[in-house]
């Protein structure tokens, strides 16, 4: 009996994980990536919006090899904006003499494959060099896409050098080859009963080298310098405004046309296309997200087109209020338009698209499954997939792209019964389950089941 128990509950098991199967989605994207990081960021392209058959993005999963769903988030949907400044430690070398004018450099520079700074040694060695360094040779590192160019070094000298002021020449180089001026600034420390003055920020001039020369204007009575850091402010992209081709009208009235855009699109803008010349229509927008729900009014404004000597003008595209995707738009000409004819005329969306970032769990490839209309939202909060995640820096994700979509040979949202797919899967399981239930009863009865026999004395 236990034995058929523990198969009964093996199998609502593996029903409940088959129900949860990336099988059960219509399309699979391949992820396309170079492997070796740990988090991945995707924009989702137009062919993701046209297959997608949840409003919110809901039957959206990330699954690795294996078809295991990996853990994603959704990140936040933003202009490109500064962040806040971002104080980053920078390598810094000292410079044993500064090269004369015209002069080859008599120091060496000793560079890693991707031109990171080593260390510095004299072309000729001397036991007479100085006894303070003459200046400082800093090295950036490697560009960061998340971030602007340098505006400020901050310069912390030996806490316990004398007290200074002195001028800071700057200079920067892109190849350690050809330098250019930066900024100048001056730089001081002076303490007095109990005070101190403290300057020590340099504003640049020239912030997008990798390579910077400081120069003492004294070095002999310069303190020597143990840390650089550098201010630069943390840049956020938004991704661009992208535009659906040309929708026709799918319904239309004396006043009013209706569009279905065939995707759950998060539409900002809206713009009519005419193909008759000087058409003027002020309209009324509307959205709503299936046949069955109510209209919602979402913007207002003038579409035109106006032909004449000058050339073509055409109306800007209109903003619509924030608003959950909509699938359906209705456009409702005034009454001073006259009769709005659905010939020649056509109409385009545009959307900013959603951001995905997920964690490379598990074996390559990878893969985006999608379209599902009784998924459920698997997407985590941004702050629990990316420990320590603060809003005011930018997410660091290697980009990714997506292959052509391959449509689920077992199921797919173009199945015209909504849920018969799955009312199939689950009819299937129910009547294993119930199967079982009846062996199970059957041997039941045959072991614990016993037949009285009345003897009789004769």
């Given at each position: 009996m236990k034995y058929l128990l523990g198969f009964l509950l093996g199998g609502w098991a593996v029903a409940a994980q088959s129900l949860d199967s990336a099988d059960?989605?219509?399309?699979?994207?391949?992820?396309?990536?170079?492997?070796?990081?740990?988090?991945?960021?995707?924009?989702?392209?137009?062919?993701?919006?046209?297959?997608?058959?949840?409003?919110?993005?809901?039957?959206?999963?990330?699954?690795?090899?294996?078809?295991?769903?990996?853990?994603?988030?959704?990140?936040?949907?933003?202009?490109?904006?500064?962040?806040?400044?971002?104080?980053?430690?920078?390598?810094?070398?000292?410079?044993?003499?500064?090269?004369?004018?015209?002069?080859?450099?008599?120091?060496?520079?000793?560079?890693?494959?991707?031109?990171?700074?080593?260390?510095?040694?004299?072309?000729?060695?001397?036991?007479?060099?100085?006894?303070?360094?003459?200046?400082?040779?800093?090295?950036?590192?490697?560009?960061?896409?998340?971030?602007?160019?340098?505006?400020?070094?901050?310069?912390?000298?030996?806490?316990?050098?004398?007290?200074?002021?002195?001028?800071?020449?700057?200079?920067?180089?892109?190849?350690?080859?050809?330098?250019?001026?930066?900024?100048?600034?001056?730089?001081?420390?002076?303490?007095?009963?109990?005070?101190?003055?403290?300057?020590?920020?340099?504003?640049?001039?020239?912030?997008?080298?990798?390579?910077?020369?400081?120069?003492?204007?004294?070095?002999?009575?310069?303190?020597?310098?143990i840390e650089v850091h550098g201010e630069s402010t943390a840049m956020v992209d938004a991704p661009d405004v992208l535009w659906t081709g040309a929708k026709q009208p799918t319904a239309a009235s004396a006043s009013e046309l209706e569009f279905d855009l065939g995707a759950y699109y998060p539409t900002e803008w809206v713009q009519l296309k005419f193909a008759e010349p000087n058409m003027i229509v002020p309209a009324t927008l509307y959205v709503r997200d299936s046949r069955s729900s109510q209209w919602h009014q979402s913007g207002r404004g003038v579409f035109y087109r106006l032909d004449g000597v000058a050339g073509r003008i055409e109306s800007p595209p209109l903003p619509l209020a924030d608003q959950p995707p909509a699938r359906r738009l209705k456009v409702v000409a005034d009454k001073q338009a006259g009769i709005l004819s659905s010939a020649g005329v056509s109409l385009i969306v545009g959307y900013k698209p959603r951001q995905i970032i997920f964690a490379a769990r598990g074996s390559a490839p990878f893969a985006l499954v999608v379209g599902r209309n009784d998924a459920e939202p698997a997407n985590m909060p941004l702050v629990s997939l990316i420990p320590g995640y603060d809003p005011s820096r930018p997410v660091e994700a290697m980009p990714v792209s997506l292959g052509e979509p391959v449509q689920q040979p077992a199921f797919s949202r173009l199945d015209t019964d909504g849920n018969r797919g799955q009312r199939k899967l689950i009819a299937l399981w129910g009547g294993l389950a119930f199967g079982v239930l009846a062996l199970a009863t059957m041997a039941w009865r045959l072991k614990g089941g016993t037949t009285k026999v009345e003897v009789k004395n004769s």
């Amino acid at each position: 009996m236990k034995y058929l128990l523990g198969f009964l509950l093996g199998g609502w098991a593996v029903a409940a994980q088959s129900l949860d199967s990336a099988d059960l989605y219509g399309f699979r994207f391949p992820v396309i990536l170079e492997p070796g990081q740990s988090f991945y960021s995707l924009t989702l392209p137009d062919s993701v919006y046209r297959r997608s058959v949840m409003p919110d993005l809901s039957d959206i999963r990330i699954v690795n090899k294996k078809g295991e769903p990996v853990p994603f988030a959704w990140l936040p949907i933003i202009d490109r904006r500064q962040a806040g400044t971002v104080v980053e430690a920078l390598n810094v070398f000292p410079l044993p003499s500064r090269p004369v004018e015209s002069a080859v450099t008599p120091w060496h520079v000793e560079l890693s494959a991707d031109g990171g700074i080593i260390n510095i040694m004299p072309k000729t060695p001397s036991d007479n060099l100085p006894t303070s360094p003459a200046g400082y040779l800093i090295d950036r590192g490697k560009p960061n896409p998340f971030l602007a160019k340098l505006n400020a070094l901050r310069i912390t000298p030996a806490a316990n050098a004398p007290d200074f002021m002195q001028m800071l020449t700057i200079e920067a180089s892109d190849d350690l080859t050809v330098w250019r001026r930066a900024g100048e600034a001056q730089v001081a420390r002076l303490r007095a009963d109990g005070h101190q003055l403290f300057v020590d920020k340099a504003i640049l001039l020239d912030g997008q080298a990798r390579y910077y020369r400081l120069w003492w204007s004294q070095p002999d009575a310069a303190p020597p310098i143990i840390e650089v850091h550098g201010e630069s402010t943390a840049m956020v992209d938004a991704p661009d405004v992208l535009w659906t081709g040309a929708k026709q009208p799918t319904a239309a009235s004396a006043s009013e046309l209706e569009f279905d855009l065939g995707a759950y699109y998060p539409t900002e803008w809206v713009q009519l296309k005419f193909a008759e010349p000087n058409m003027i229509v002020p309209a009324t927008l509307y959205v709503r997200d299936s046949r069955s729900s109510q209209w919602h009014q979402s913007g207002r404004g003038v579409f035109y087109r106006l032909d004449g000597v000058a050339g073509r003008i055409e109306s800007p595209p209109l903003p619509l209020a924030d608003q959950p995707p909509a699938r359906r738009l209705k456009v409702v000409a005034d009454k001073q338009a006259g009769i709005l004819s659905s010939a020649g005329v056509s109409l385009i969306v545009g959307y900013k698209p959603r951001q995905i970032i997920f964690a490379a769990r598990g074996s390559a490839p990878f893969a985006l499954v999608v379209g599902r209309n009784d998924a459920e939202p698997a997407n985590m909060p941004l702050v629990s997939l990316i420990p320590g995640y603060d809003p005011s820096r930018p997410v660091e994700a290697m980009p990714v792209s997506l292959g052509e979509p391959v449509q689920q040979p077992a199921f797919s949202r173009l199945d015209t019964d909504g849920n018969r797919g799955q009312r199939k899967l689950i009819a299937l399981w129910g009547g294993l389950a119930f199967g079982v239930l009846a062996l199970a009863t059957m041997a039941w009865r045959l072991k614990g089941g016993t037949t009285k026999v009345e003897v009789k004395n004769s």
